[in-house]
Nanobody, 124 residues
Framework: QVQLVESGGGLVQAGGSLRLSCAAS????????MAWFRQAPGKEREFVAT????????AYLDPVKGRFTISRDNAKNTVDLQMNSLKPEDTAVYYC?????????????????WGQGTQVTVSS
């Protein structure tokens, strides 16, 4: 069983920054893509960013491009999401998830294990 534990959420003013971190309890971490999704109240869960197993390829939701950066450390089994220039519309619960392959992309069906989520609230 794979466990994913997120941390780093909180309340921040618009324009501020937060760094989310996800720790994975699996020795096979380095073989799978990892991603962050988010879900705002009353909305569907949406893809935010993904990073392939090698760490060489990343992809982002268009509204966060240039503001968010996903990274991973395969030695520590962690994946981070650095969020800068935060906007009120970034407010959501953010979920860490493991891909079903080494190169999972933006589809929710491409991911299997999910963390419990961490709340990010951006005030205007």
């Amino acid at each position: 069983q794979v466990q994913l534990v997120e941390s780093g959420g909180g309340l921040v003013q618009a324009g501020g920054s937060l760094r989310l971190s996800c720790a994975a309890s699996t020795p096979t971490f380095k073989y799978y893509a990892m991603a962050w999704f988010r879900q705002a109240p009353g909305k569907e869960r949406e893809f935010v960013a993904t990073i392939w197993a090698s760490g060489d390829n990343t992809a982002y939701l268009d509204p966060v491009k240039g503001r968010f950066t996903i990274s991973r450390d395969n030695a520590k089994n962690t994946v981070d999401l650095q969020m800068n220039s935060l906007k009120p519309e970034d407010t959501a619960v953010y979920y860490c998830t493991r891909g079903r392959s080494s190169f999972s992309r933006a589809g929710r069906h491409e991911y299997d294990y999910w963390g419990q989520g961490t709340q990010v609230t951006v005030s205007s």
